[in-house]
């Protein structure tokens, strides 16, 4: 596996790949797990080349002391990534990806005023930027996403179409611990007991899926809200029932469209996101 820092010779060794070759590009912040590994294999399914970035994203972070402590194992992703083939990773400094540690403005329709969006003051700018930015410099055929972090892979989406792209963005199925969390970088931040407990929130998830069949969605909201009603390791931000093109809140169910829950919660100031398609 080839390590790069800077882009100008990343730039030249894929210029050196041949026309009818794909490069597949897996962008992660680190402190990897078997949910990046499984982009990887996607990747590798569907292009010869499988560049992989490792790059904590300031200007995506809100909050500094979340940046401050967001988990960083490059020497331990280095060699996860060699062992499941990846060809290229790309670690580069924050001075070579920015001229200005500033995000960009986009337009994407409203998908970034609910949820994250909502609750994560212009997260998705610097998402978008710095999407933008690794998409020009590697310039790939396929990019992997994966469904842990939905409102992004929809939204990386709406970038690709707005600005005409040929980029094809696959979205990739979330991977769960045993118990049912969802596999996430921030889970190492989390004590003992609440990583003991942390199942509750997929569990959640799973009987909102089942209620959905004969419940509204008002009593669905109102029943997860009373699970975590003093739950003594988390406490919720949103859970939400919406509509998975617009993002919007459920109005009705409609057999024409496909509905997704989505929750955020903390565990003191780790905070966890997951979704369950209904
Ligand atoms: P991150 O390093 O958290 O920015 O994640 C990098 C990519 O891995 C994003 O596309 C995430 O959606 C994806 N990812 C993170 N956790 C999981 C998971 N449990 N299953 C599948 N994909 C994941």
Redesign the pocket.
Known sequence: MLIFKKIQPLQQHLSSITNNQFIGF???????????L??IKEAKKENQTVVAS?FV?PTQFNNTSDLKNYPRTIDTDIELLKSEGCDIVFIPTIDEMYDHIKSEHFDFDGLDNVMEGRFRERHFDGVGTIVKRFFEIIKPHNA???????Q??QIIKKIVSKLGLTIKIIG?????EDDGL?????NTLLTEEQRKNASFIYKTLKEAKLQFKNHSPHNIINWVKDQFENHPFFKLEYFQIVDEKTLLDIKEKDNTKKFRAFIAVFANNVRLIDNIEL
């Open positions: 897996v962008p992660t912040m680190g402190a990897l797990h078997k949910g990046h499984s982009l490792i994203n992997y996403f994966g469904e842990k972090d939905f992004q892979l990739c199925e979330i991977l769960r969802a596999m996430s970088s921030r």
